[in-house]
C-alpha cells in the first residue's frame, strides 16, 4: 500500500492512501493508527480513495517534543493539511469517537475541505448540557488518575465501562489480529494521557457547527446503551444539526468489530449523500 510521511508544525505524520474513487479519510477512535483500519477500510477501496493515518503522537506519526499533547484543534489542522496534501477537491470524512470530535473541528475550521462528515459518538462533552458535560469531562480526569495509579489493565475496563463497551461482545470472524504489543500499550499511553486531556480542554463553540456548510451525520452503534455519554453525544449533534442519529453494526468500536459490516453500512449512507 503507498504510505508517505507529512511534516506538519510539531510532527511527522505517517500517512497511507489505498484505492480508487473520491477521497473518503478515516480517523480512529482511541489508540488506533492507521493499521487498526485495515479490516475497514478492505471493504471500500473499490469505490473509494481511502486515506488512513497515525494521529501525532500514535506509532509512526512522530512528535518533535514527545512529552507534548495535543488539542483537538491541532488534530483538526493535522487532518487539514493532510487532506490538502492529497486532494483539492471536497474530501469525505469517517470520524469513530476521537476522531468525530476531530472531524467536528474540520468541519467548523475549514468548511470548504469536507463535503459530509459521519460523527460516530464524537467524544465532546461540550455537545451536553453544562452539568453533563463537568460530569463526564471529571470522569476522563478519574481515568487518567486511576490509569497513573493502576496501570492499563485495569483501567481498560473503567474506560469500557465509561463508553458502553461490552469486552465479550461477538465480532465478525478472521479479522486481523491486533495484539497488545509495545506498540499498541505506548498508543494507549499517550491517548489516556493526553488526548483525554485535549477532550477535558476541548475549545469547539457547539453552535458554530448550525452554519457550517459541511454536512455532519451524527451516528452510533447498534449495541451502544442509550445512557452513556458517547451516545448522548451523538444524539445531542443531532438535534443540533437537525440530523437523525444513524445506526451502525456493533457498539462504540463497531468500525473495529464489525469492520465488514460497517463498511457495508457506510457504503449505503455515502451513497445517499451523492
Known amino acids: 500500500m503507498p ?6 508544525p510539531g510532527a511527522t505524520l505517517h500517512y497511507e492512501v489505498r484505492g480508487t474513487g473520491p477521497v473518503l479519510l478515516v480517523s480512529q477512535s482511541g489508540e488506533g493508527d492507521a493499521e487498526r483500519s485495515t479490516d475497514l477500510v478492505a471493504g ?3 469505490a473509494y480513495t481511502v486515506v488512513t493515518y497515525d494521529r501525532r503522537g500514535l506509532s509512526r506519526s ?5 512529552e507534548r499533547g495535543a488539542s483537538l484543534a491541532e488534530h483538526a489542522e493535522d487532518v487539514h493539511r493532510l487532506l490538502a496534501a492529497v486532494t ?6 469517517l470520524g469513530c469517537s476521537l476522531g468525530a470530535a476531530i472531524g467536528l473541528h474540520v ?3 475549514h468548511p470548504g475541505q469536507l463535503r459530509a462528515l459521519i460523527a460516530h459518538e464524537p467524544v465532546t462533552p461540550r455537545l451536553l448540557p453544562a452539568a453533563e458535560q463537568a460530569k463526564h469531562e471529571g470522569e476522563l480526569t478519574e481515568l487518567q488518575h486511576y490509569y497513573e495509579q493502576h496501570g492499563l489493565g485495569p483501567t481498560l475496563p473503567e474506560m469500557a465501562r465509561a463508553l458502553g463497551i461490552d469486552l465479550k461482545a461477538a465480532t465478525e470472524d478472521g479479522l486481523t489480529p491486533h495484539p497488545m504489543d509495545a506498540r499498541r500499550i505506548a498508543n494507549f499511553d499517550h491517548f489516556i494521557r ?9 475549545t469547539l463553540d457547539p453552535d458554530t457547527l448550525r452554519t457550517t456548510p459541511t454536512r455532519i451525520i451524527p451516528a452510533a452503534g447498534h449495541t451502544t446503551p442509550r445512557n452513556v455519554f458517547d451516545r ?3 444524539d445531542a449533534l443531532a438535534e443540533l444539526v437537525d440530523e437523525p442519529v444513524r445506526e451502525f453494526p456493533g457498539g462504540h468500536n463497531g468500525n473495529l468489530s464489525h469492520p465488514r459490516a460497517y463498511a457495508h453500512r457506510l457504503r449505503e449512507l455515502l451513497a ?3
Open 44 to 46: 471500500l477501496t473499490d
Open 194 to 202: 493526553h488526548d483525554f486531556s485535549a477532550i477535558v480542554h476541548d
Open 232 to 234: 448522548q453525544c451523538a
Open 107 to 109: 468541519a467548523v475550521r
Open 272 to 274: 445517499e449523500l451523492a
Open 3 to 8: 504510505t508517505a510521511s507529512l511534516t506538519v
Open 88 to 93: 483539492d477537491a471536497p474530501a469525505l470524512m
Open 62 to 66: 512522530r512528535l518533535d517534543a514527545p
